[in-house]
């Protein structure tokens, strides 16, 4: 199952590692130095860049379908999604799959 992040981005669900509030992580200056090396390192994805960004999600990386980047080079398995969606919406969507597979599973 697959999470859509916004502007038709889609991260496998059982590869998200987290999903994080932008604003009250970024307070952080570990979360900042993060975020920076991750974007330096071709590691950061942006879902729309015309409304503020609200979350970022942190998934790995299959390293046979993924391009490879300096972000996937040598021991840096994971991105980062910049998301223009809130972190609670982020959640539904995942907790609304989940259901989804349950009752499936159940039928």
């Given at each position: 199952?697959?999470?859509?992040?916004?502007?038709?981005?889609?991260?496998?669900?059982?590869?998200?590692?987290?999903?994080?509030?932008?604003?009250?992580?970024?307070v952080?200056?570990?979360t900042?130095?993060?975020?920076?090396?991750?974007?330096?390192?071709?590691?950061v994805?942006y879902?729309?860049?015309?409304?503020?960004?609200?979350?970022?999600?942190v998934?790995?990386?299959?390293?046979?379908?993924?391009i490879?980047?300096?972000?996937?080079?040598?021991?840096?398995?994971?991105?980062?999604?910049?998301?223009?969606?809130?972190?609670?919406?982020?959640?539904?969507?995942?907790?609304?799959?989940?259901?989804?597979i349950?009752?499936t599973?159940?039928?």
């Open positions: 199952m697959y999470l859509s992040v916004g502007s038709s981005k889609n991260i496998r669900i059982k590869n998200i590692l987290g999903v994080f509030d932008l604003e009250s992580t970024t952080s200056p570990i900042r130095r993060y975020l920076s090396k991750a974007e330096k390192n071709d590691g994805t879902t729309n860049g015309f409304e503020l960004p609200k979350s970022f999600v998934y790995r990386v299959n390293k046979r379908t993924e490879r980047t300096k972000a996937t080079d040598g021991g840096h398995p994971t991105r980062v999604c910049i998301s223009q969606l809130s972190p609670s919406a982020l959640a539904k969507r995942i907790e609304g799959k989940a259901d989804d349950r009752e599973e159940e039928e």
